[in-house]
């Protein structure tokens, strides 16, 4: 699903889509070569999440409720991306 709304990371503040050059970034790619990316991309993000969740195990034997915190958004951000990645390889068969 296309976003609606970019973002110019100069100011931080959101732009229009329609104010900017708008590429189909996904013309520029084979599906072999998304595919390729996508498995790249989940295999980096499971051993993300990993690392987090060893960081969690020992965040809660030490007692340390912030790194706890840290690491289990940490792990909620990567299980997201690994989903949308997951639907995103899916859908090129």
Sequence with gaps: MACRTCYDFTDHLPINKENIM???FNTLLTDEHK??????RIEQFAGEAYQHELNRQVAEKISDSESVASS????VTLETAITVHQEELDLLG
């Design 22 to 24: 708008a590429i189909d």
């Design 35 to 40: 595919r390729d990316l996508l498995q790249q």
């Design 72 to 75: 289990m958004a940490a792990l």
